[in-house]
């Protein structure tokens, strides 16, 4: 599975950003997909993410105003990003977790994009 992410940019605070997520390769292997972001000087968090079954999860810091969603058409993974604020400042990156296996062969597998870069200005 191959990710590239798109979209960032400066913003101001209050403003609205949609980053894209183009996946290729064995997309449909992908159990659930994800945005991380790391701001500078500290680790990557996961701030949303979505289950091939529709199901969303939100860091509480993002809930209300970032939207998770996917095209399936287009092997699409979107972050709608409303009402930004300074602390959203990050590179983000798009994230694909494969799962196989069972008991001790369980394995994950993680696919990363290459990151995009989102500056909220106050």
């Known amino acids: 599975v191959q990710l590239q992410a798109f979209g960032g940019g400066l913003m101001q605070a209050g403003g609205s950003l949609r980053l894209s997520c183009a996946a290729s390769g064995s997309t449909s292997s992908i159990d659930t997909s994800a945005w991380y972001r790391q701001a500078p000087g500290k680790q990557r968090e996961l701030v949303a993410g979505?289950?091939?079954?529709?199901?969303?999860h939100y860091v509480d810091s993002v809930k209300g105003r970032f939207t998770i969603s996917r095209d399936n058409a287009k092997n699409t993974v979107y972050l709608q990003m409303n009402s930004l604020k300074p602390e959203d400042t990050a590179v983000y990156y798009c994230?694909?977790?494969?799962?196989?296996?069972?008991?001790?062969?369980?394995?994950?597998?993680?696919?990363w994009g290459q990151g995009t870069k989102v500056t909220v200005s106050s």
């Open positions: 994230n694909a977790r494969i799962y196989s296996g069972e008991g001790l062969d369980f394995i994950r597998v993680d696919y």
């Open positions: 979505l289950t091939s079954g529709g199901i969303t």
